[in-house]
């Protein structure tokens, strides 16, 4: 069952080029979708849109079947949850504890449930010895890693990661990665937004988006090898397919050394 | 010496009144040209805090900092004659998010901006401008646009165009490629190294990125719980002991190399800084 539906969405900002241009996808529950593509290939926009923060100029977004609208908004933003690239524009409290509250306030979750998530949640992205910090006294990548607790306490069935990882360190991100993987084996539908190709390795399916319209849309392991749709987006192939094509350019043949490298992409 | 650490400290207070070290007995220096520096560490190590007190944007609570002969320190905070301005624009600095510091009407005003605050004529400043969009990868339609409208990549550029046209010394840019797609990552990178090369600057620059290291430093800073924990070249930063102490993150070329050279049974000779290197040494050993 779709849980997302995107159909014929069109989005211009105010005065520019249009943004996204027609875009229709859908989205499988529990599924694992990476959407691609270089800056400004409209996929924030798309983000922004399915949370009901812009509005499509035509087309229709539904999530669960609901159809998004002024009215149905805050239904939708139970069921998404989204952790944006710029943790200082998502920081909304005076602490860390007020911060991943926010959220839960918002779905009217009762006090001893809220403590225990809050404590449960900064804890999972090692943020409890600082619930009592002000934003000012953390770092960006520990801010984003607030944010993403406070997404995840707010248990919602999708989760879009729109570059969320940008400003993490590697360890930092190999954390946030590890998240995506939990959840989804527990059924949280989820959708990087990325231009980064370790973080698409492990989705289902990959969509790349180009000036604003969907370049291709397959099954992860046929993207990751087509390095003139990646390259046609500014993406570029993981360094082992990189290698990989060379060989293939070059006719070198070596079939264990080929599927060694396959492996290596997958393992980031 | 253009920027001098002498056993620099630096306590953050907290909401109740806690110290919070965040750089501690810091002893460095950076020359005025030919430095290419990359400055790594964790979340929370401190390199924005180090990087902030080299344009004087902080004042040591502990020591010394002095940058182009101005000295820098705690007790001469409360000297009025003490001028940041010719500081400020010697040394460069691009913030992590410069894309919030855009405001201007357009994209030329705002590059513009920063040299004309400094005291250049308002024709060269534009003259700058048109200089300074081409060099960050951007054309000349971009100067009469709205900076609000654009995307972070470009707005990043934007903001980089901006520092680059007050013709700083030492440019020093705190995560300048994180958010840009691959092709303008490299493409960015590629400009800060060609600030380094052509005009001789000496380029700091803050990244989580390995490959960045690996490909392009000259110098490697690291950074650990406020503390400078290595000053060297990057060919010996990744040795086994250092990864392993410091938590880093190997570059890809190294890890896909080290890889290949176990799988193959082969010892790759000569060093791979870069893909083409790399796939050249591999195609010779497979041949």
Known sequence: ????????????????????????????????????????????TLSKLIVGLLKPQSGTIRVDGITLSASTVRDIRKRVGIVFQNPDNQFVGVTVRDDIAFGLENLQIERPEMIERIEHYAKKVDMYPYLNKEPHALSGGQKQRVAIAGILAMKTDVII????????????????????????????????????????????????????KVLKADKSENILKDKETLERSNLELLLPLEIMHYMNENGIDNPSLKEFLWQLSLNG | MAIKFERVGYEYQDIDGKGYLALADITLNINKTGEFITLIGETGSGKSTLAQHMNALLTPTEGRVHIFGVKISREGKKDKNLKLNPIRQ??????????????????????????????????????????????????????SRSPF???????????????????????VLDE????????????LLKVFYEIHQKLDKTVVIITHDMNTVYEYAKRVLVMREGNLVYDGAPTQ???????????????????????????????????????????????????
């Open chain 2, 149 to 171: 409208n654009l995307s972070g990549g470009e707005k990043k550029r934007v903001s980089i165009a901006g520092i680059l046209a007050m013709e700083p010394d030492i440019l």
């Open chain 1, 1 to 44: 069952m779709s849980v997302i539906e995107i159909e014929n969405v069109s989005f211009t900002y105010h005065g520019d080029k249009r943004a996204l241009d027609n875009v229709s996808l859908s989205i499988e529950k529990g599924e694992w979708v990476s959407i691609l593509g270089h800056n400004g290939s409209g996929k924030s």
């Open chain 1, 161 to 212: 990661f729109d570059e969320a990882t940008a400003m993490l360190d590697p360890e930092g991100r190999e954390r946030v990665m590890e998240f995506m993987r939990t959840l989804n084996r527990e059924g949280t539908t989820i959708i990087p937004i990325t231009h980064e190709m370790k973080e698409a390795v492990m989705s289902d399916r990959i969509v790349v988006l180009k000036d604003g």
């Open chain 2, 176 to 187: 300048p490629t994180s958010g840009l797609d691959p092709l303008g990552r490299n493409a």
């Open chain 2, 90 to 143: 010697k040394v460069g600095l691009v913030f992590q998010f410069p894309e919030y510091q855009l405001f201007e009407e357009t994209v030329g005003n705002d590059i513009a901006f920063g040299p004309k605050n400094f005291g250049v004529s308002e024709k060269e400043a534009e003259e700058r401008a048109k200089k300074m969009i081409n060099i960050v990868g951007l054309d000349e339609s971009y100067l």
């Open chain 2, 237 to 287: 930063l990744f040795s086994r002991k250092n990864v392993k102490n410091w938590n880093l993150d190997v570059p890809d070329i190294l890890k896909v190399r080290r890889a290949i050279e176990e799988k193959l049974g082969i010892t790759i000779e000569g060093e791979t800084r870069n893909k083409a290197d790399l796939m050249a040494k591999i195609g010779e050993a497979l041949r």
